[in-house]
């Protein structure tokens, strides 16, 4: 047990009635449990204090260059890390950590999604519900990915909504109010893309993975869930790799690389790309300059394979070669 750890399961033993008020909130933005644990922050700091806390959401490159400027946060599904142990910082997380908690209020459970943990606060304060309670499990199936769970179909697809239809958008749709996600008409595009697109997209993407490095392949997919897709690749060992990565261009331009694994490998590999996630399922947002996948893939394999191409010495005159090749 690590030094983080104990001192997150003593604090998770702590009553939290005294919790220090937030100037903000910072969740995750790349996926369900992002989502389920801000709102349900929201929802807490709302009863605790009386007035609405503004939410903010983040990848994890991004957030690891925000400033942290705030007095007092709470901050939920975002990697514990040495700067956030603040006075009146409140951190809820479930990825591993080796950063020890002195100063911030520290709730953690590796067995546990942050949405959980953060459910768990607002049944303290009476603020459960059926309907909560319904979600909240969909969501922690999807995210600790409890694929023998009797759930583990449906809570894909509630997860798939935000992998879709993105963060804001969801939140948006929702007006903030997660009961209103539940049994929610966008499902149904969900389980015909999950019962359609996957078989095809798996027969294809099974035939179409690249190498990046010796021990990471490059997933090329067309359709369907790209997370269930690779889970299958790596379950049948349909690949030497045993990382597996697949890249997704947001509206914005920002490439999005995910990167999944059976034995822990994963993160190791996000963390190279200044990224971070759970052992077997992390990802990162690749730097402004990579506008493309196929500049994704050449920022990889520097990254990844770093003496493998002589001529380019270092990521800015990697950067410098992408974009003369475009004049």
């Not at 142990?85 to 409140?90: H, L, P, Q, R, T």
Request: charged share 25%; glycine share 6%; proline share 4%.
């Amino acid at each position: 047990m690590t030094a983080g750890m104990r001192g997150a399961i003593e604090l998770v033993s702590m009553t939290m009635d005294n919790l220090p008020k937030p100037d903000v909130i910072f969740t995750h933005e790349s996926d369900l449990d992002g989502l389920v644990a801000g709102l349900l922050l929201q929802r807490l700091a709302h009863k605790l204090f009386g007035t609405p806390v503004r939410l903010e959401a983040f990848h994890y490159n991004t957030w690891k260059q925000r400033d942290l400027r705030e007095k007092s946060a709470w901050v939920t599904d975002l990697n514990f890390e040495a700067r956030l142990d603040k006075e009146n910082w409140v951190v809820i997380d479930h990825h591993t950590t080796e950063a020890p908690a002195k100063t911030a209020h520290l709730i953690h459970d590796v067995t546990k999604s942050a949405g959980l943990l953060c459910y768990e606060l607002c049944q303290q304060h009476g603020l459960g519900s059926p309907e909560l309670d319904r979600l909240v499990n969909y969501n922690n199936v999807a995210d600790l990915f409890l694929e023998d769970h009797p759930d583990f179909v449906i809570a894909n697809d509630y997860a798939n909504l935000v992998k879709v239809y993105q963060f804001w958008n969801v939140h948006a749709l929702i007006e903030g109010k997660l009961e209103l996600l539940l049994d929610h008409p966008l499902l149904e595009v969900m389980e015909v893309k999950r019962r359609i697109e996957n078989p095809l997209g798996f027969a294809w993407s099974k035939k179409n993975v690249t190498e990046i490095s010796p021990t990471v392949g490059y997933v090329d997919t067309v359709i369907g869930n790209n997370n269930l897709i690779v889970h299958q690749l790596l379950e049948e060992k349909a690949t030497p790799y045993p990382v597996l990565v697949t890249l997704f261009r947001r509206t914005n331009g920002i490439v999005i690389a995910s990167l999944r694994s059976k034995n822990g490998e994963a993160l190791k590999i996000a963390e190279k790309l200044q990224g971070g996630g759970h052992a077997n399922a992390c990802g990162a947002t690749l730097p402004r300059n990579i506008k493309t996948i196929p500049d994704a893939i050449i920022y990889l394999r520097q990254v990844l394979n770093p003496k493998k191409d002589d001529s380019i010495n270092s990521l800015e005159s990697l950067f410098d070669s992408i974009s003369a090749g475009k004049q």
